[in-house]
């Protein structure tokens, strides 16, 4: 006993504390059950990306810009899951810039931790030019655009109505053919009033909308 507690003090004082197998055991059963119930608590729709009926139509539009000229706009890239959908429907010749300032994500990564792990995600990606990551605040990369008309602007950042209606603008002004967004809900009034003031939806699917052409 006494052998016991010495060498307690002896490691504690090393900084280290002696725990006991089943003890150990234990701890990681209950994570593992905590981990379990907040999987099921998990809602796929607070990860920043899109619902299964939202990338349908997505889906849809990138199909329909693949017949269009010019490059994809992506705005609010977060972890690259839709910017990598996008990729997998667009056609080859086509470029995918995506937008991000990484100043917010659900995890609470720092932005260089947010932005390098995003980099990981899209690395192919990038390296076979498919995707231009970049990182810029996208009002001042949106309004210095003077390459080709994007065929498809996905605009998906900010969701005030500033914002949006800013983003449609610039968007309109690079020449964008199809313009659409996330987050057309009673949640994101801005995001509706903003579309409504410029056109309305011409698709809706889930909180994805389309922008009606002018
Ligand atoms: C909802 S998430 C994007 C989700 C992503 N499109 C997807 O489907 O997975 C919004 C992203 O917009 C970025 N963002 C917010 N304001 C921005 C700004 N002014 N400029 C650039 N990116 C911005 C945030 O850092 C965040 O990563």
Redesign the pocket.
């Known amino acids: 006993m006494r052998l016991q507690s010495a060498s307690r003090k002896i490691l504690g004082g090393l900084g280290l504390r002696v725990v006991r197998e089943a003890e150990f055991d234990a701890s990681i059963r209950a994570e593992a059950r905590r981990l379990q119930l907040s999987e099921l608590a998990y809602d796929s729709t607070r ?4 619902a299964a009926e939202e990338y349908a139509l997505l889906e849809q539009l990138v199909a329909e810009s693949n017949a269009l000229d010019g490059p994809l706009i ?10 990598s959908k996008m990729a997998l429907w667009k056609s080859a010749a086509k470029t995918i810039f ?8 659900p995890w609470k990564l720092t ?1 260089q931790m ?1 932005f390098q792990l995003t980099s990981l995600v899209l690395q192919y990606l990038t390296d076979t030019g498919q995707v231009v990551q970049v990182r ?4 001042e ?1 949106m309004s210095q655009y003077h390459e080709r008309p994007p065929a498809l602007v ?1 605009c ?4 005030s109505y500033e ?1 949006t209606a800013r983003d449609i603008r610039l968007a309109r002004e690079a020449g964008a053919r199809i313009v659409c967004g ?2 057309y809900s009673p949640e994101h009034p801005g995001v509706i009033r903003a579309v409504e003031e410029n056109g309305g939806c011409a698709q809706l699917a889930g909180t994805l909308w389309r922008l009606r052409d002018r």
């Not at 992506?74 to 910017?83: A, N, V």
């Open positions: 990860d920043g990306s899109l992506e705005i609010g890239t977060l972890f690259g899951r839709t910017t995506t937008l991000d300032n990484y100043a917010w994500n932005p947010h810029a605040d996208k009002d990369w996905f998906d950042a900010d969701h914002a996330h987050d």
